[in-house]
């Protein structure tokens, strides 16, 4: 069975502080996205990435994919109350059923202002 | 463009009674997935649609519980005899397959309640 552990499972910090949140696996991914998820809302994918080693960065967020495809990161500068939300990572299987996604566990993200 | 709809947007039933919540995707995707949410947690998922293919029911609980999508369009997840476990969010989303990344477009998800 094919996981992705998220950690931390909950962060609450100030604004202004940075953060790094990991989803980790022990299986190979074609590719991994990030979602962010507010309350009431579904998830909205706020990057892909593809290649190994590849670094994208999106204003104050910036994500790492893993040299071998199994790992990454998302890293928060200077974190805003408005980028509080549930953070999930989402790979796609290079084997099998490339195209179902297996969801992270998911981290909760509280920014006080 | 529309996004991904969903109705009802709540939904509270008394265990025992089934359930219908609907699905409307992007015009054009041709995969549907339909997912479940506990309170603040990941998304288990249900069932999967892939254009004229069989669905991938690999996800469903229970056998009370089943999808359908008709004219490669609409979905409707029916739950049957609902228990209060059966309580969670139900997402679904749709994505353009193949595509590279095979991102997927979320709904806003129907919140059930079963009392």
């Known amino acids: 069975t094919q996981l992705l552990e998220q950690s931390p499972q909950f962060l609450s910090i100030q604004e202004g502080e940075n953060l790094t949140v990991y989803c980790n696996s022990s299986s190979v991914f074609s590719s991994l996205q990030w979602y962010r998820q507010e309350p009431g809302e579904g998830p909205v994918l706020l990057v892909t990435v593809v290649t190994g080693g590849e670094v994208k960065k999106l204003k104050r967020l910036t994500f790492q994919f893993g040299d071998a495809r199994k790992d990454s990161s998302l890293h928060i500068t200077a974190a805003q109350p408005g980028d509080t939300g549930l953070y999930l990572c989402?790979?796609?299987?290079?084997?099998?059923?490339?195209?179902?996604?297996?969801f992270g566990t998911g981290t909760l993200l509280a920014v006080q202002p | 463009g529309a996004g991904v709809s969903q109705s009802p947007s709540n939904k509270v039933t008394e265990k025992g009674k089934d359930v219908e919540l609907r699905c409307d995707p992007i015009s054009g995707h041709t995969a549907l997935y339909w997912y479940r949410q506990s309170l603040g947690q990941g998304l288990e998922f249900l069932i999967y649609?892939?254009?004229?293919?069989?669905?991938?029911k690999s996800g469903l609980p229970s056998d009370r519980f089943s999808a359908e999508r008709t004219g490669g369009s609409v979905s409707t997840l029916t739950i049957q005899r609902t228990q209060q476990e059966d309580s969670a969010v139900y997402l679904c989303?749709?994505?353009?397959?193949?595509?590279?990344?095979?991102?997927?477009?979320f709904g806003p998800g129907t919140r059930l309640t079963v009392t």
């Open positions: 989402a790979g796609a299987p290079l084997l099998g059923a490339t195209n179902k996604l297996i």
């Open positions: 989303a749709s994505s353009l397959w193949p595509a590279a990344g095979y991102e997927q477009y």
């Open positions: 649609f892939q254009g004229n293919s069989a669905p991938d």
